[in-house]
């Protein structure tokens, strides 16, 4: 079993950046999938980008595209996702998650961290 936990979260101006982090503990595995998602209040939990752990095959939402980028360190066992040029809509709890497949569904992913909030001003 897999912990996760995220880290980096906080307020910033419109076009700014963050980096968040997510934090792995316990047994992983090379060939899995690290997603992140994020969930503002009165909606859905979105995908924004996920990567395998060994750092193959990153892919992200139309959203993220060209403005987030996601990245792993094995020797911390932790991926990161870098996002610059944030929106007032970027505005979320950003969440990390597990799966065994490549995939933007959240319901293929598991393990969900406690979360991180990013607050994106005006």
């Known amino acids: 079993q897999v912990q996760l936990v995220e880290s980096g979260g906080g307020l910033v101006q419109a076009g700014g950046s963050l980096r968040l982090s997510c934090e792995a503990s316990?047994?992983?595995?090379?060939?899995?999938?690290l997603g992140w998602f994020r969930q503002a209040p009165g909606k859905e939990r979105d995908f924004v980008a996920a990567?395998?752990?060994?750092?193959?095959?990153?892919h992200y939402a139309d959203s993220a595209k060209g403005r987030f980028t996601i990245s792993t360190d094995n020797a911390k066992n932790t991926v990161y996702l870098q996002m610059n040029s944030l929106e007032p809509e970027d505005t979320a709890v950003y969440y990390c998650a597990t799966s065994a497949i490549r995939s933007t569904f959240r319901g293929t992913y598991s393990s969900w961290g406690q979360g991180t909030q990013v607050t994106v001003s005006s």
């Open positions: 990567i395998r752990w060994n750092g193959d095959y990153p």
């Open positions: 316990g047994r992983t595995s090379s060939t899995y999938y």
